[in-house]
T-cell receptor, first 112, second 111 residues
Framework: DAGVIQSPRHEVTEMGQEVTLRCKPI?????LFWYRQTMMRGLELLIY????????DSGMPEDRFSAKMPNASFSTLKIQPSEPRDSAVYFC??????????FGDGTRLSIL | EDQVTQSPEALRLQEGESSSLNCSYT??????LFWYRQDPGKGPEFLFT???AGEEKEKERLKATLTKKESFLHITAPKPEDSATYLC????????????FGTGTRLKVLA
């Protein structure tokens, strides 16, 4: 079975540019989560969806961040404009009902 | 404020030397405690879910236990392939579900 697929795996861009991270959850999973991981703060939940509907976005750091889930098999996390402090590894995870989460291998984002 | 603390931050063991990792939490409305393993450059991989004090789960050389204030991940006779970062997370509910992760324990098992 295919796991959670994230793209790109690495992204390097300049400050001020728009960044779009993509995620394909495991087929049949109804929950999708976006996390950010840094050395200082560990894994932080940014937002999660249930049946494509955003349920809790209280972890989104500011208005420069937005997330969408247009259908059950695709989600995006967008940062516009990007800043150097956004550099981190971003993970997408999905789960069935409210069971254990299955993570993708992340996108390593570097903002210069 | 809900909080999860893992200790130690890092641990070096000789192959075969058993030990325990700790995850202590202060949360309201606990709806599950999760253990994950994370290898470099990879996403966390699910290991166990515990729901109530006294519960135990086992998988190969790993055993997870839960009390009202903390969880332990016991590693019996570890092997070098057990080297990884071990993360614990709690799920709490306050209207919606929230997941709070600890910062992890980096385990190195030497041959």
């Amino acid at each position: 079975d295919a796991g959670v697929i994230q793209s790109p795996r690495h992204e390097v861009t300049e400050m001020g540019q728009e960044v779009t991270l993509r995620c394909k959850p495991i087929s049949g999973h109804d929950y999708l989560f976006w996390y950010r991981q840094t050395m200082m703060r560990g894994l932080e939940l940014l937002i999660y969806f249930n049946n494509n509907v955003p349920i809790d976005d209280s972890g989104m750091p500011e208005d420069r961040f937005s997330a969408k889930m247009p259908n059950a098999s695709f989600s995006t996390l967008k940062i516009q404009p990007s800043e150097p402090r956004d550099s981190a590894v971003y993970f997408c995870a999905s789960s069935l009902l409210i069971g254990p989460q299955h993570f993708g291998d992340g996108t390593r984002l570097s903002i210069l | 404020e809900d909080q999860v603390t893992q200790s130690p931050e890092a641990l070096r063991l000789q192959e075969g030397e058993s030990s325990s990792l700790n995850c202590s939490y202060t949360v309201s409305g606990l709806r599950g405690l999760f253990w994950y393993r994370q290898d470099p450059g990879k996403g966390p991989e699910f290991l166990f879910t515990l729901y109530s004090a006294g519960e135990e789960k086992e998988k190969e050389r790993l055993k997870a236990t839960l009390t009202k204030k903390e969880s332990f991940l016991h590693i019996t006779a570890p092997k070098p392939e057990d080297s990884a970062t071990y993360l614990c997370a709690v799920r709490v509910t306050s209207g919606t579900y929230k997941y709070i992760f600890g910062t992890g324990t980096r385990l190195k098992v030497l041959a």
